[in-house]
C-alpha cells in the first residue's frame, strides 16, 4: 500500500493499537521507522521490536508496553507533514508536557529526541511528539 506520510501511518497504526489493547503491531519495514522504533525502545514508550522478513520490504513488529494496566504511549502527535515541514534550531526545540514528553527530530546525526538533539547541539526537523 502507498502512503503518502508513512510516519503519520507509523504513528497511527501503534496508537490504534494501544486504543484496542493489543500485545504487538506489524508495520511495514522502512529505516525511517527502524530509527523511530529504536527511539521508542531507548526511552521506554515500547518493550521492543523485531525485524521480519515475510515480504521484499519487510515488516516490523512492535510490542507494545503496558504499565499495571495503562499505556505507556499516552498519546502521539505528528508535528512536520509533507504540506508543512517544521525545521527548528537547537536554541528552539521545543518542551512536550513540561518536560514528561518527547519530541523526535530528524537531524544531520539521525533521529534524536529532544534532549539528545540539545546535548548534541544540533536542530532538525521535528516528527512527532510522544508521551
Known amino acids: ?3 503518502t506520510d508513512p510516519i503519520a501511518d507509523f504513528l497511527a497504526r501503534i496508537n490504534n493499537a494501544i486504543r484496542a ?3 504487538k503491531v506489524d508495520i ?3 529505516n525511517m521507522k527502524r530509527a523511530l522504533s529504536k527511539v521508542l525502545t531507548e526511552q521506554n514508550f515500547i518493550n521492543g521490536y523485531t525485524e521480519l522478513q515475510d515480504n521484499p520490504q519487510g515488516t516490523i513488529r512492535i ?3 503496558y ?3 495503562s499505556n505507556a504511549i499516552q498519546g502521539v ?3 512536520s507533514r509533507p504540506g508543512r515541514r517544521v525545521y527548528v534550531p537547537t536554541s ?3 518542551r512536550v508536557l513540561n518536560g514528561l514528553g518527547m519530541a ?3 537531524t544531520s546525526k539521525g533521529i534524536l529526541t529532544d534532549a539528545q538533539a540539545k546535548e548534541a547541539k544540533v536542530g532538525g526537523e521535528v516528527l512527532c511528539f510522544v508521551w
Open 1 to 3: 500500500m502507498n502512503t
Open 21 to 23: 489493547g493489543h500485545k
Open 28 to 30: 511495514p519495514a522502512s
Open 63 to 65: 510490542a507494545l508496553k
Open 67 to 69: 504499565i499495571s494496566g
Open 77 to 79: 502527535k505528528r508535528v
Open 92 to 94: 528552539e526545540i521545543p
Open 104 to 106: 523526535i527530530i530528524s
